[in-house]
């Protein structure tokens, strides 16, 4: 551009000079608009995470690091531990994922190694649907189908068959960590399905070809050389599942119960870090109970971004594998 | 006792109708939730749903014009701030984002897309609520606006660049400066793209409510301005369906029907334009 500009002003008169400059102008007040938006991006995630920090000052100072071990929830007493909700979110993301999981998985071989590839995509595109459906509504459904239909015919098998485990004693009411489990089973699985599918599809076909002509079946293809193949990218798409999960407000705070209790019990109602702050946020009256429902926030903030993290490593490695000439 | 070659290819059947009943299982699920909900929204909804206010506690009928009056002054709010954000980061990532400038961004818009986003109602009430010192459309068309930028981001610059660089370097070729070139030919190109990932974003935080809890709060009357608490559609549902009165789960039903039916339909007709944009740059 340099060189332009000098050339130009060497042998063009002064009005075609000024012209060009101006032109050059324009680029830099374009690229100025541009990067002062992109700039906001910046600002309002570093801004997020400061306000966090800041409004949780009052907590972290009065219970530092005995918040996280905690047990008793006690606002009118003004004492805080967050045991209880961590312990709920984590129990209902593993619950989650025990389901969701194998089912995710089976469904994405499917789509990847049976399913014609018009029929794949049409059922990819239904499955995929299931992950627009709005939290709030996913809820409305579970308190009116899954609660009954766990409380009266799910948890009394589950008692009869594998009740000596003490997770699957005591009464169900519902309600329970069981429950929103379930119903975060069935919200991850659009993504687990959708981004296993794409990595299965991108292993080569040599893969396949090479496995087939030494005599293995489709299935054993499929398992032992296609999915160990793709393995960075399911497991890539599982820890995106869970980011999903342990953030997820509205389906949990509907059905868990509320009660911030630990019990080994799925059968029995309990609580999330995510729905605590629903649940509460507008009723804390105490600046410090203001403040440790801001830090549950700041918890639950920084578990997922390192979820999110793990996640998109594991899937950008997939990629750039597939990508690179086999 | 089987030979092992039977075993082999029984298991090979065995195993693929399992994955078979796994695909089976997601998509019935789709089916369960638009059925049941056009079931039981179907015979909730009526006209009185879109024109009158939510009938006091025990009295039956009333509908849920405020809400929607109220989710649509949050979306407008929320495209005015997450639409201009997003795409001009968009454009900047795109075109000028090749340096750790645009690395960083790239980094944050991604962690932002990660914050859960009862989170970001937390950050909103920091922002805007405490200082305020009263919840508003404001506060909730803040929080629903930011959810917007990530995507909005991500799906501008895929559009852009999508766009074969032949267009761009035919543009210079022919004399046009850079900005010129981005803002009367690569833009136009990827219009129809972009505006599908932004009415797709659109549609996502149409049903978002955990934001909207203790910013827009909810609010049984109209709202007028942008300084008041106001309803939206997916606060109602919640309120609605975890109360313990018949009549309100009817309505929460039927807001549900409209809500779903709104997604869905953003979802499908995204499908179908973008559809239809991958076969004319391939042709």
Redesign the interface.
């Known amino acids: 551009m340099r060189t332009l500009t000098r050339t130009v002003e060497r042998s063009t008169p002064r009005a075609t000079r000024q012209f060009v400059r101006r032109?050059?102008h324009?680029?830099q007040?374009?690229?100025l608009?541009?990067?002062?938006?992109?700039?906001?991006?910046?600002l309002?995630?570093?801004?997020?995470f400061f306000?966090?920090f800041?409004?949780s000052a009052l907590a972290r100072e009065k219970f530092g690091w005995s918040f996280l071990t905690q047990t008793t929830w006690d606002p009118v007493a003004l004492e805080f531990g967050a045991l209880p909700f961590v312990y709920g979110t984590l129990v209902t993301s593993a619950v989650a994922l025990i389901i969701g999981v194998?089912?995710?998985?089976?469904?994405s071989?499917?789509?990847a190694?049976?399913?014609p590839p018009r029929l794949s995509s049409t059922?990819a595109?239904?499955?995929e649907?299931?992950a627009?459906?709005?939290?709030?509504?996913?809820?409305?459904?579970a308190?009116?189908?899954l609660v009954p239909f766990l409380r009266d015919y799910i948890a009394p098998v589950l008692r009869s068959t594998l009740g000596f485990l003490p997770i699957f004693q005591g009464p169900s009411y519902g309600v329970s960590l069981l429950a929103a489990g379930m119903i975060l089973a069935?919200m991850i699985?659009?993504f687990i399905?959708s981004i296993s599918r794409e990595v299965l599809l991108a292993v080569p076909r040599e893969q396949r070809e090479a496995s087939l002509a030494l005599g293995a079946?489709?299935?054993?293809t499929a398992?032992n050389v296609v999915v160990p193949y793709a393995k960075a990218g399911i497991i890539g798409s599982i820890f995106l599942a869970l980011?999903r999960a342990?953030?997820?407000?509205?389906a949990v705070t509907?059905v868990v119960g509320n009660t911030p209790q630990i019990r080994a019990s799925l059968f029995s109602p309990g609580h999330s870090i995510?729905a605590a702050?629903?649940n509460e946020?507008?009723e804390a009256t105490s600046d410090i109970y203001l403040a440790a429902?801001?830090e549950l926030?700041l918890v639950?903030?920084c578990i997922?971004?390192v979820v999110?993290a793990v996640a998109?490593l594991l899937i950008l490695g997939m990629t750039r594998k597939s990508m690179a000439p086999s | 006792m089987m030979s092992r070659a039977t075993r082999r290819k029984v298991t090979n059947v065995v195993m693929f109708t399992l994955t078979g009943v796994c695909t089976l299982v997601a998509v019935s699920v789709l089916f369960f939730i638009l059925g049941y909900l056009v079931w039981q929204g179907g015979r909730s909804l009526s006209w009185t749903f879109f024109t009158q206010l939510p009938a006091p506690v025990g009295e039956v009928g009333g509908g849920f014009a405020n809400a929607i009056l109220g989710s649509t002054k949050l979306l407008l709010l929320a495209s005015a701030i997450g639409i201009p954000i997003g795409f001009m980061g968009g454009v900047y990532l795109a075109e000028f984002g090749g340096n750790t400038a645009g690395f960083l961004v790239r980094y944050m818009t991604d962690l932002l897309n990660g914050v859960p986003s009862i989170v970001m109602g937390i950050f909103v009430y920091a922002l805007i609520v405490l200082p305020m010192r009263h919840f508003s459309t404001f506060a909730g068309g803040v929080a629903l606006g930011i959810m917007m930028i990530p995507i909005a981001v991500r799906s501008t610059e895929e559009f852009l660049r999508a766009v074969p660089n032949s267009l761009r370097e035919g543009a210079l070729a022919l004399g046009a400066t850079k900005w010129k070139s981005v803002a009367t030919v690569v833009i136009p190109a990827a219009m129809r793209g972009i505006l599908t990932g932004i009415m797709l974003d659109l549609a996502r935080v149409a049903g978002e409510t955990a934001p909207l809890l203790f910013t827009a709060l909810n609010n049984q009357f109209w709202s007028p301005g942008w300084n008041q608490p106001t309803a939206s559609l997916p606060v109602m549902i919640f309120t609605h369906a975890i109360s313990p009165y018949e009549d309100w789960h009817r309505q929460a039903w039927a807001a549900g029907l409209v809500l779903l039916s709104l997604v869905l339909v953003t979802n499908i007709g995204a499908r179908f334009v973008l559809r239809g944009q991958t076969h004319t740059s391939e042709g």
């Open positions: 032109l050059q324009g680029d007040v374009a690229y608009i541009t990067f002062i938006f992109a700039a906001t991006i910046f309002i995630t570093v801004l997020l306000e966090l800041r409004s194998p089912l995710g998985i089976g469904a071989i499917f789509l190694e049976l399913a059922l595109f239904l499955i649907l299931l627009a459906v709005p939290s709030v509504i996913y809820g409305l459904l308190i009116f189908t069935i699985l659009p399905i079946t489709r299935w054993e398992w980011a342990l953030g997820e407000t509205m509907m995510a702050i629903a946020f507008t429902l801001v926030g639950l903030f997922t971004i999110n998109r």
